[in-house]
């Protein structure tokens, strides 16, 4: 249950991607792990780890081998969540009487899951200094916002289902007509800067639900966040926990914007992982030929959460590719390679779990069914390598809300590490040695 206090109170911390970001760096440098910049010259020495952050919202870590930096162990997870960003003119006025914030959405959430529930405001500002500017965490951190529903008594046909408008039902409210004007104030007063010197912001909505413990026997979490921050620190604690490699380099990628396509440039369809390899192969006077060696000996776990099979709703899902939480680490497939998981990927990592005691399942949608994308496939357009997909089993999936097995972060930690302390080589293409 250590790991889940800790993983409930990661996700607390961790509002938005920058904030899980900052919180992954910390544990980093707390474990000793030395911050690059992107901008600076890299010296890496053998035995040692190092992160590298990205926007301030992506992040990858890794630790040079004493020995041969000959293969990647690569985890990659995602920083952010669906949830509404505050347009730049922030404020819509009604009447005079009250004062609403402008958002509009930021991937695709269940709208009915944000209403009528105590929201707060966090991101990143970018204020004045001396000589530029620099990125700070803001983080108003007290109840703020509601979006309230419709009376039923004005719409009486909503329980038959309802179409919501994201110009007009899904806007927060702030405050009576006085509070018009102040929402740039508010954030400059929470930062404790002059307002003057607040030069720019990416801000989002969050729900003021801490995560908790439920069910009969406490099989369940239930928690904001928990695709994909589950994850990540999952990840996280498995590449801390990891044997100190004496062959091959371990590294842990967080990316930012899965949730709206990752197409930017800290974002999984960008050449941040590749560039980091690259950089580690020059600081270690590495070949060309190196570098593609080891990227043929190279894996990947992609790991964002799947679908459990619905209470309500068993039929959703195909009736053998299905899973259940706290059953195991889920392992994706899909014929189109919407999941990257294929024979290969899929035969080393059973043999890992098998080894180690750990039990996993296997999900595939409906064929009927198209299913979401992940990091995977996108991040292998830029680095190709064999690649898994994994996860853990969750119910409402982009609800601000979710719910997951209790048990199954520990299964998740122990199956990373044991991925992390693998020792995987190749021979002819086909042939893999794995001890
Ligand atoms: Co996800």
């Not at 990659?76 to 402008?102: C, M, Q, W």
Request: aromatic residues 8%; glycine residues 10%.
């Amino acid at each position: 249950m250590n790991n889940v206090k800790n993983l409930l109170s990661f996700i607390d911390r961790s509002p938005t991607a920058f904030h899980a970001t900052a919180n992954l760096c910390a544990e980093l440098e707390a474990s000793g792990r030395t911050r690059l910049d992107e901008g600076g010259a890299w010296k890496l020495e053998p035995g040692r780890g190092y992160f590298v952050t990205r926007n301030t919202s992506s992040v990858i870590a890794f630790d040079i081998p004493s020995g041969e930096a000959d293969s990647f162990r690569i985890i990659a997870a995602h920083s952010d969540s669906p949830t509404f960003k505050i347009k730049e003119n922030a404020e819509l006025s009604v009447r005079g009487k009250y004062t609403k914030l402008n958002v509009e959405r930021y991937g695709g959430m269940l709208f009915s899951t944000w209403f009528d529930r105590p929201l707060s405001v966090a991101g990143r500002i970018l204020v004045r200094t001396e000589g530029g500017m620099e990125a700070r965490l803001i983080d108003v951190d007290r109840d703020l916002l509601v979006i309230p529903n419709v009376a039923i008594h004005m719409n009486r046909e909503i329980n038959d289902g309802f179409k919501y408008n994201a110009q007009t039902d899904l806007m927060p409210l702030f405050g009576d007509g006085e509070a018009k004007g102040k929402f740039r104030a508010l954030i400059a007063e929470t930062a404790g800067v002059p307002e003057d010197d607040l030069l720019g912001c990416d801000l989002y909505l969050y729900p003021r639900v801490t995560g908790r413990v439920m069910g009969r026997e406490d099989e369940y979490v239930l928690s904001p966040r928990l695709d994909d921050l589950e994850c990540a620190y999952s990840g996280l604690a498995a590449f801390l926990a990891a044997e100190k490699p004496e062959k091959g380099v371990n590294m842990l990628c967080v990316f930012d914007n899965e949730e709206v396509g990752s197409g930017t440039k800290q974002g999984a369809d960008s050449t941040f992982l590749y560039d980091v390899m690259q950089r580690i192969f020059i600081a270690l006077g590495k070949t060309q030929e190196d570098a593609y060696r080891a990227a043929a000996a190279s894996f990947m776990l992609s790991a964002d959460n799947a679908h459990a099979v619905h209470p309500n709703h068993p039929e959703k899902t195909d009736e053998e590719n299905c899973v259940y939480m706290n059953e195991g680490i889920v392992i994706k497939f899909n014929a189109n390679q919407r999941y990257t998981t294929d024979g290969v990927s899929s035969a080393l990592f059973h043999k890992l779990l098998k080894d180690a005691g750990i039990p996993c399942q296997h999900f595939a949608n409906r064929s009927d069914v198209l299913g979401g994308g992940t990091l995977g496939n996108i991040s292998g357009s830029h680095v190709s390598i064999n690649t898994l997909d994994i996860g853990l089993a969750q119910l409402a999936m982009h609800s601000c809300v979710e719910t997951a097995g209790s048990r199954d972060v520990d299964y998740m930690i122990n199956g990373m590490k044991a991925f992390y302390n693998a020792r995987i080589s190749v021979g002819r293409d086909g042939e893999f040695g794995i001890k």
